[in-house]
């Protein structure tokens, strides 16, 4: 008998509930208006299919430069602004094109941003630890040239810091246990620096079920969109932490292989925080009816 099992928490965490909600009353309160989300407005394609079907649309840029689209935009037409936060640049542009601007900020993201803003205030350098060009990363770094990036993608320590104490804040969704390892390295070059841990507690929690699953399992699925980063942690821990399982990262049913399943007898379900709860419960009951029997 096969055992499957969901890990939790699972499907929409706070930040990705409230932004999604956000664009949807502004539809509602603005039927007959053009309405434009300034990239995605969580990293999850089922969700901006959905506000497709709404008639919001995305504005996507792969460079995440949105002065040109926002530029074309008609007079009078309402943009929001993503869960990931933005580069304040935008909001000057938006007011000078004479659109309605609803910002859908994730709490912790602009409670990220508020914090870097008043380090620089008081004259103090910031390192941001984050995935270079992810919109999170690119929204802090756009604040002040006085915040330097530790790239997740190109690590080093050579970041021109003059300050002694400075501050270190991080992108929300990263992997705990990297960062923390991160965290040690910075102590030895900087010891007067203040450390500001500021992973998402959804993140976290999804993270640490992973790393605290017995040994018995040996396949790990993790329910999510490929774009999403919290949920490519979510993969590199169980990789990492549970070596004896195989894990795979999909995003729905159709993505899925029987070969995914042979011999095994532990399965288990996580998903990244902009995972749609429908997604992940049609994986599972796929899972139960075919192999559980």
Partial sequence: MIKVEMLYPQGYCAGVKNAIAIAKKTRDEYPHSPIFIVG???????????LESLNIHTLYDKNGDYSSLLSNLDKGSHIIFPAHGHDEFYDNLAKSKQLFVTDAVCPKVKSNADLIKKEILNNHQVIYIGISKHPE???????SKNIKLFDMNNPSLDLDISDSSPLVVNQTTLNYLELAKIHEQIKNKYPLARFQNEICNSTRK????????????DCIIVVGDNASSNTNRLLEIAKTTQPQADSYLINNVEQMSKAFFENKKHIVISSGASTPTETINMIYAYIVNSFAK
């Fill in 40 to 50: 995605y407005l969580v990293h999850n394609k089922q969700v901006i299919e959905t």
């Fill in 206 to 217: 999804r993270q640490e079920a992973i790393t605290m699953l017995p040994k018995s399992v």
């Fill in 137 to 143: 990363t690119a929204a802090a770094l756009s604040i």
